[in-house]
């Protein structure tokens, strides 16, 4: 693998932990990374506390939206290298088939969209996963991708997701 890099993070509801994902990436892997997001059932909206989790780290929002998966799995669509489940759900689905055959793991991040509680508690469930992901995704911009055999990566990026 060499050059630049196609990465989606999927979700059931595209609606906070991937989009957050998609929005970090494309911030800190400039050039050598290009993040997408997408749901196997997307709510349609994203959750405006993970904008805000984005806006005060710095991270652009423009463009962001919950989308399907089915865009990214359709015939002429976007190549990809690496697909990333960030929520149970996604992980446990039946996944489209993804054209290339990229590097896949389970990112597993608690769903910060489910928390019931003050705005206080909600707002704190967002930042926990952002930081989660911001971790995560400064890892995988740490492994020497293009060096890498295929299966020696693929045991890399999921040791990120257990970390």
């Known amino acids: 693998m060499s050059g630049s890099y196609n990465v989606l993070f999927l979700c059931?509801?595209?609606?906070a932990r991937s989009i957050m994902a998609e929005a970090v990436l494309n911030h800190l892997g400039q050039g050598r990374f290009h993040a997408y997001s997408a749901g196997s059932h997307p709510s349609g909206r994203v959750r405006p506390e993970a904008l805000v989790e984005l806006d005060s780290s710095g991270i652009s929002t423009v463009g962001l939206r919950s989308k399907s998966w089915d865009e990214f799995a359709a015939p002429g669509a976007q190549h990809m290298d690496f697909v990333f489940t960030v929520c149970d759900n996604a992980a446990n689905e039946v996944c489209p088939v993804w054209p290339g055959h990229p590097a896949t793991a389970h990112w597993g991040v608690a769903?910060?969209?489910a928390m019931q509680g003050s705005a206080d508690e909600i707002a704190r469930a967002?930042?926990?996963?952002?930081v989660v992901l911001e971790r995560r995704i400064s890892l995988l911009l740490a492994l020497p991708v293009a060096s890498l055999e295929k299966l020696a990566l693929q045991q890399e990026i999921e040791k990120i997701g257990r970390s």
């Open 126 to 130: 967002f930042h926990d996963a952002f």
């Open 111 to 113: 769903d910060p969209a």
């Open 12 to 15: 059931t509801g595209n609606s």
